[in-house]
């Protein structure tokens, strides 16, 4: 199946109406010059790949925060997972969101929201420009990065090469301006919370947390900062 995907990034001001007072906010500057109108274009396509670079195809409700405290509110947004952008929708054009966005958050249908932030200094693969989902935000923040990388593959009797995107995670706890990379299992669960344990095992066995999913994180991860 072949797809593609073509969005068009004007280099102008976020519309006012979004705003919460009359900030306007400048988009990232991109280099490429459409010769008819003039205005300042980033193209991007990615044709023959199974599957989608965004993290949802459909647009998503959220709310923008930029780095002077500005507040975007009900802006349509999609997460280009593979670029690792957010790019929004005005008069049915996609924008690409500014670095000056410092936090993003998505509503989903169900009423449940997604965090994105950046500002996180990973390692040399993540640094501070890196948006990362926040799991749990706090004394200890458990934050999620969220990869898209494209493989090859076959399919049995065809001996054509065909592409898709797959989906990857990386999971990381930071805390006082460092990061550690976490594996989800029960064992570096009781490593990472160990001097409070005995509480948060407690806990976790009255709500049937295994310790092995990103569930049980979440959960023995907030437990841990309230105490």
Same mark, same amino acid.
């Given at each position: 199946m072949?797809? =593609?995907?073509?969005?068009?990034?004007f280099?102008l001001g976020l519309n006012?109406?979004?705003?919460q007072?009359?900030t306007t906010?400048?988009l990232? /500057? @991109? @280099?490429? *010059?459409?010769? &008819?109108?003039?205005s300042?274009?980033?193209?991007y396509q990615?044709e /023959? +790949?199974k599957g989608s670079s965004l993290? !949802?195809d459909n647009?998503?409700p959220?709310m923008v +925060?930029?780095?002077?405290?500005a507040v975007? $509110?009900? &802006?349509?947004?999609k997460?280009?997972v $593979?670029d690792? #952008?957010?790019v929004?929708? @005005?008069?049915?054009?996609?924008?690409?969101?500014?670095p000056?966005?410092?936090?993003? @958050?998505l509503?989903? =249908?169900?009423?449940?929201s997604?965090?994105?932030k950046?500002?996180?200094?990973?390692n040399n693969? +993540?640094r501070?420009?890196k948006?990362l989902q926040?799991?749990?935000?706090g004394?200890?923040?458990?934050? =999620?990065?969220? $990869?898209?990388? *494209? #493989?090859?593959?076959s399919e049995y009797?065809d001996?054509?090469n065909?592409?898709r995107?797959v989906?990857? !995670? #990386?999971?990381? +706890?930071?805390?006082?301006? $460092?990061?550690?990379? &976490?594996?989800?299992n029960k =064992?570096?669960?009781?490593?990472l919370l160990?001097d409070?344990? /005995?509480?948060?095992s407690q806990?976790?066995?009255?709500?049937g947390l295994?310790g092995k /999913?990103?569930? %049980?994180f *979440?959960a023995? *991860?907030r437990y841990y900062? %309230?105490?």
């Open positions: 072949k797809k =593609k995907y073509l969005f068009i990034f280099l006012a109406a979004y705003a007072d009359n906010n400048t990232a /500057d @991109r @280099r490429m *010059i459409d010769q &008819v109108s003039g300042l274009l980033y193209i990615y /023959d +790949i993290l !949802y647009w998503l959220g +925060i930029l780095n002077n405290h975007f $509110k009900n &802006v349509n947004l997460f280009d $593979k690792n #952008e957010f929004f929708n @005005r008069n049915d054009s996609a924008f690409q969101l500014s000056d966005a410092t936090e993003v @958050r509503y989903q =249908k169900n009423g449940d997604l965090v994105f950046n500002g996180y200094e990973i693969g +993540i501070s420009s948006y926040v799991l749990v935000d004394n200890l923040t458990f934050l =999620k990065y969220l $990869k898209k990388d *494209i #493989e090859e593959y009797g001996a054509t065909y592409k995107f989906e990857m !995670y #990386e999971y990381y +706890i930071y805390k006082g301006g $460092k990061a550690a990379t &976490v594996h989800l =064992k570096e669960l009781q490593n160990t409070k344990w /005995d509480k948060v806990y976790m066995s009255q709500n295994s /999913d990103e569930k %049980s *979440i023995a *991860i900062n %309230s105490l």
